[in-house]
Structure formats: structure tokens, C-alpha cells
């Protein structure tokens, strides 16, 4: 890897880091629409057409946990859901961009022996990071 190549990853960590500062208030979750009685028997509800009602799904300790949140809380909890969905993508990123930096100073400073082991394998490979998202080194 080359300095320009280096510098433009720094570059990109460093955008990265501006937005982890400007996420804003965070949920992991999903937002649900379900399906409730009232308990009128004249209702539309009685005859089996449900009033929709929106929920927070979160899983806590393997249990899922609903909250109510109505109309007014829905669009506060889908930003808040959005912004936890952007700070993992951003924090997956930056964990590959990091992964290429350690291994070009590794490149740098140690001298790379390649060889076979005992078992026919090549040994001391580099690890490229487009592989770890193809699934090929997992």
C-alpha cells in the first residue's frame, strides 16, 4: 500500500469520525405494526378487522420487549432507529479501513517471509479485507 493510498483511508476515518459525533440519541430496535381488540362488542375490531397500533421490538437478555408507541412516538423512535443502524455501519467501515492501515504498517516494517508449512499451506498470506466480506476467510 502506498502513502497516497494511506492518506486517503486517514482522510476517510477522519469524515467518519466527524459523523459518529453527529448521530444523535440512538435505539437498536424495530418498529412494529400491530394488530389490537378493543373490546367492544360493536366495534369493527369484534368482526376481526384490528385497530393497528405501533410498537418498539428490542431483544434484551435472548427476551423480546415491546413498547407502546402510538403516532406521536413512531417518527422519534424510526430516527432513532435509523441512527443506530448509521453508527453500525459506520463503526463496520472504520473496522476495515483500521484493518488495512495495521496491516500496511505491518507491510512496513517487518519483511514478509512466504512459505509453505509443514502441511503444504501457504503461511503468512495477507488478510484482505474485500475476502472478509465475501465470506471467504469465515
Not at 412494529?32 to 375490531?45: D, E
Not at 503444504?120 to 495477507?126: D, S, T
Amino acid at each position: 500500500m502506498n502513502k497516497r493510498e494511506i492518506a486517503r483511508i486517514k482522510r476517510r476515518l477522519g469524515y467518519l469520525h466527524k459523523r459518529l459525533t453527529e448521530i444523535g440519541p440512538i435505539m437498536r430496535g424495530t418498529i412494529v405494526l400491530l394488530g389490537t381488540r378493543c373490546g367492544n362488542p360493536r366495534c369493527r375490531c369484534a368482526k376481526g378487522e384490528k385497530h393497528p397500533q405501533y410498537y418498539f421490538s428490542v431483544s434484551v437478555k435472548k427476551k423480546t420487549k415491546l413498547m407502546y408507541l402510538g403516532k406521536s412516538r413512531k417518527v422519534e423512535a424510526e430516527k432513532y432507529s435509523k441512527n443506530y443502524e448509521l453508527l453500525w455501519n459506520i463503526v463496520e467501515e472504520m473496522t476495515l479501513l483500521n484493518f488495512e492501515l495495521l496491516k500496511a504498517k505491518k507491510a512496513l516494517t517487518l519483511p514478509r517471509k512466504v512459505g509453505k508449512s509443514r502441511s503444504g499451506n501457504k503461511k503468512n498470506q495477507p488478510f484482505n479485507c474485500s475476502d472478509a466480506i465475501a465470506g471467504s476467510y469465515l
